[in-house]
């Protein structure tokens, strides 16, 4: 019971993080393009979402700080785009850039300056405890996750509708060959920032979801942010392949599931000794090393067989 608990407990961050593990997928799959901006609209999208569950409007503070992500999409964007910046430099601009205005934003209440905030009672996961009664650690740890499931459910029928449209598939198309697009009278700079609108909007409501679900902000919680939603996309192609949207953006998020559960798995069995907690992104790197390794692993195997079939 003790550890269904335990697994149950990082469920919801799975799901969670998979919001943002969708965004990079959006951004990097869909569009090609290598955005840096996750960790600074990550982080906005929280100290958002703080600010509004502060004065009692925790689903308000859900959708501000979706606004917040899709503000920070559309500078990276316009930086792109209007100003001819490399993507990658666009994206560290817009996120040193955020990180200021983050301290600024934790500065705004009562307590002064600070770097951290916290607001236990005014999550949605708290208000659905008190609509239903609900008491106890496990009671709580099932809502988080029936909540976040319920939450990640409606965005992803959502993304994979959008994808469907007419602006949509100009999105998508811009990120297969923008030269054509661009010959189609199409605007490749508007899908473009559509797209990293898109892509950093769902990361923004990731950061506002983590924050409800742990109770807290804190301006470094958005620290290795990148890292972890990169390891969710690759695991999910792992297992499901490179396949269309619709797929991509749900093995993102089942990629985000297996990732925390593996991080648990790894800490509570003391994989690498007791400083297993401490060695968290060092196993996030072993993940991902060993998920690029599988299809070279295949591809060898698959080699072998032919080798012995010919002779």
């Given at each position: 019971m003790v550890e269904l608990q335990y697994y149950l407990s990082n469920l919801p961050d799975g799901l969670i993080y998979g919001l943002l593990a969708m965004g990079?997928?959006?951004?990097l799959r869909i569009l090609d393009i290598p955005d840096l901006t996750t960790e600074g609209s990550f982080g906005f999208g929280m100290v958002v979402s703080v600010l509004t569950a502060l004065h009692g409007h925790p689903i308000l503070a859900l959708f501000l700080g979706m606004a917040a992500g899709a503000?920070?999409?559309?500078?990276?964007?316009?930086?792109?785009?209007?100003?001819?910046?490399?993507?990658?430099?666009?994206?560290?601009?817009t996120m040193s850039g955020l990180y200021s205005i983050n301290l600024v934003c934790y500065s705004l209440t009562d307590k002064g300056a600070t770097t951290n905030l916290s607001y236990e009672k005014n999550t949605v996961f708290e208000k659905v405890k008190e609509l239903f009664g609900i008491r106890g650690q496990f009671e709580t740890s099932v809502v988080?996750?029936?909540?976040?499931l319920i939450i990640v459910s409606l965005v992803l029928m959502i993304v994979i509708w959008f994808f469907r449209t007419r602006v949509g598939l100009c999105?998508?198309?811009?990120?297969d060959n923008p030269d054509m697009v661009s010959a189609s009278s199409i605007n490749v700079d508007r899908t473009k920032i559509i797209g990293l609108l898109i892509a950093n909007a769902l990361i923004g409501l990731s950061g506002a979801l983590a924050s409800q679900s742990l109770g807290y902000s804190d301006i470094n919680t958005s620290n290795g942010t990148l890292i972890y939603g990169l390891a969710a996309v690759i695991i999910g192609e792992a297992i499901f392949g490179k396949r269309g949207p619709a797929i991509g953006v749900l093995s993102a998020v089942v990629g985000s599931i297996l990732y925390k559960l593996i991080v648990a798995f790894v800490i509570r069995e003391n994989i690498f000794g007791e400083k297993s907690a401490n060695l968290m992104k060092f196993t996030c790197a072993l993940i991902v090393a060993i998920t690029l390794a599988i299809p070279a692993i295949k591809r060898m195997i698959a080699e072998r067989k032919q080798r012995k079939a010919a002779n």
């Open positions: 990079i997928y959006i951004s503000a920070a999409g559309i500078i990276t964007g316009l930086l792109q785009t209007k100003l001819s910046v490399h993507p990658v430099l666009a994206g560290i601009i988080k996750a029936v909540v976040s999105v998508r198309a811009t990120g």
